[in-house]
């Protein structure tokens, strides 16, 4: 019996049980000098066109943050291969079933077909992009950022052909490859079957290989390579601590060129004695007689988690931060980096009398350590405040110091990681401040569930504001989203400062089949978020294209958390008014606070 294509009156399988064609079914007989790979490949009908070109328009739709050219061209190709692969599977079922019952379409249609698919991708490969501008462009002014032009439009078209034709070539080669496998298989269907799965199958892993390699790496941006030697540089303006109460100080046991590249960033920043007592006059504060604050910081170093945790003790030992009035224990990201302006403004509302500990766990960037092991952050923030809380607890009580707790992106997962429960929460830290939490983070998730009805995944309302707010800006810690004043913020108090523009907070690989919640929450409002539409594939692409580009966006805006929402964070943190005019420390830190950092 013979297999017909409705498209065309050539067999799909040959006698001898190779798939003909590289798996596309044609007119005439094709022998050894058949098709070449270049006729293969650029022969695609209406339907594979049509969902071709609906994943590449998808993929041009509104996203949290604008994207360079080369990043967009990437999801419109993704996206435009994953509606073609869909548009393949419908057509080849149609094959199927069509030359089961001996249903033969005249080649003229075919060949009328695949003109009309050309021209549709054609017209479609620019018009898409040119008409796309006008979003991106309100995105770009939504964050304040310069939005795309017509040679944005033009080259993103280009790359996502690239991209696109890339992908295609790959699937028909290896469904050219499955022909060796096919000779083994008498099941006609059988061997058709398994040579577009496997082909499939094999541009599925590129793209997730792109998604490690590509977008992933670039997630926070500070940490580009996961070559040791990144660790050995010293850039301009960091220089050796002078105070012998910061780790890589002449006097510290933790040598300064042991540190490593985040840890001399760390150890180097924050304010001076004089600073703090300069900065806080007149301003209300945690604590009264300024001091210089404590810096203990310890990088891997060919160490053990256990050895690193024991080198921040050591550190802590020999500054005297267990006399402190606050000791904060800050979970970085994966090659060490702290976000600055959260650690400056905690040591400066507390007038110094504070130490701050932090270790680094990874020699490898963020994006990496959370694919290879997401199990690192939460194992060493744990070991690292266990160690530290039983030291305090082997104190007398009148004079323990309270634990507070922070940490940015992958640092802010680990840090949420040391906790079991919000009970557990409640009962071991006094306080903390979060920057850019991963959504999948499952104490944060468990807050969320807990919001009020009237309230957005965006901007959750939890138990009245009690003990957890959720923030953007200074005005979210006082009032909720129906502009009602908060009740009384009780003891322990903690902050989630998260961007509606924030891609880390708001990627999930449950976006490649579920649409979120607060889409739904926050459509018809003047955001991204509001202007944006599921699409399944589409969007996770979308977003996670945005996470290489967070970084770069204005503070406020996107993975960036700066001087004006954490300090009034951790005021509110500390007891103090979050509303307070906080100018002279936030001009502060605006200008002392070196551009490397976060």
């Excluded at 995105?139 to 991209?163: E, L």
């Excluded at 082909?199 to 992933?216: E, G, M, N, R």
């Excluded at 694919?371 to 039983?390: D, G, T």
Aim: proline share 8%; glycine share 10%.
């Amino acid at each position: 019996m013979r297999l017909h294509n409705p498209f065309s009156g050539s067999r799909l399988i040959g006698r001898n049980g190779v798939i003909l064609h590289g798996g596309r079914l044609r007119p005439g007989r094709v022998g050894r000098t058949g098709k070449t790979l270049a006729a293969q490949v650029t022969a695609l009908t209406v339907p594979e066109v049509a969902t071709g070109i609906a994943g590449y328009a998808a993929s041009y739709t509104p996203s949290l943050l604008p994207r360079p050219w080369y990043f967009q061209g990437l999801v419109a190709g993704i996206g435009a291969m994953s509606g073609y692969q869909l548009g393949l599977l419908a057509t080849w079922l149609a094959e199927t079933v069509a030359g089961r019952f001996g249903v033969r379409i005249k080649p003229g249609v075919r060949r009328g077909g695949i003109a009309a698919g050309a021209a549709v991708a054609g017209l479609g490969m620019v018009a898409i992009p040119l008409r796309s501008i006008r979003w991106h462009r309100q995105t770009a002014a939504y964050v304040r950022h310069p939005g795309p032009d017509a040679f944005w439009a033009v080259a993103s078209a280009g790359a996502a052909s690239g991209v696109f034709w890339l992908f295609l070539a790959q699937w028909r080669l290896t469904l050219a490859s499955i022909n060796i496998l096919s000779t083994h298989l008498h099941n006609r269907f059988a061997r058709d079957l398994v040579a577009r799965a496997v082909s499939t199958l094999v541009v599925l892993a590129t793209i997730l290989v792109l998604l490690d390699q590509v977008i992933l790496r670039g997630v926070v941006g500070v940490a580009t390579t996961a070559s040791a030697q990144v660790d050995l540089r010293t850039p301009p303006n960091v220089f050796q601590p002078t105070t012998p109460l910061h780790s890589g100080s002449g006097e510290s046991l933790e040598p300064w060129d042991s540190l490593g590249l985040q840890g001399k960033r760390f150890t180097c920043a924050g304010p001076t004695l004089a600073r703090v007592a300069e900065v806080m006059a007149g301003l209300p504060a945690a604590s009264e007689e300024p001091l210089q604050p404590i810096r203990a910081y310890a990088s891997m170093n060919g160490r053990t988690l256990p050895e690193v945790v024991d080198a921040v003790l050591a550190e802590l030992d020999r500054t005297g931060a267990w006399e402190r009035k606050a000791i904060l224990v800050v979970t970085t990201t994966g090659r060490g980096n702290v976000n600055e302006w959260s650690t400056s403004a905690f040591e400066y509302l507390m007038r110094g009398d504070s130490a701050v500990a932090a270790m680094q766990y990874s020699g490898l960037p963020s994006a990496v350590t959370m694919i290879s092991s997401k199990a690192v952050p939460v194992n060493a923030s744990q070991m690292l405040f266990a160690a530290i809380e039983e030291r305090v607890a082997s104190l007398p009580e009148s004079r323990r110091p309270k634990l507070y707790v922070a940490g940015e992106s992958l640092g802010a997962f680990g840090s949420n990681g040391i906790f079991e429960s919000p009970d557990d929460l409640f009962s071991r830290a006094a306080g903390g401040v979060w920057t850019g939490c991963p959504g999948f983070t499952p104490l944060q998730s468990a807050f969320t569930r807990r919001r009020s009805p009237d309230s957005t995944q965006v901007w959750p309302v939890v138990d009245d504001g009690r003990h957890v707010r959720f923030a953007t800006t200074g005005d979210h810690l006082v009032t909720d989203p129906c502009d009602v004043p908060f009740g009384p913020w009780d003891e322990p108090r903690f902050v989630y400062l998260q961007n509606d523009t924030d891609p880390v907070v708001w990627w999930a690989p449950k976006l490649l089949w579920r649409k979120p919640e607060w889409m739904d929450e926050m459509r018809g409002t003047n955001t991204p978020m509001g202007r944006m539409t599921w699409v399944p594939v589409i969007t996770f692409w979308q977003i996670a294209a945005d996470m290489p580009v967070c970084r770069s966006i204005g503070a406020g805006y996107g993975h960036k958390y700066a001087a004006e929402q954490c300090v009034p964070a951790w005021a509110g943190v500390l007891g103090l008014d979050p509303a307070t005019d906080w100018t002279p420390l936030l001009d502060a830190l605006n200008t002392d606070v070196p551009p490397v950092a976060p």
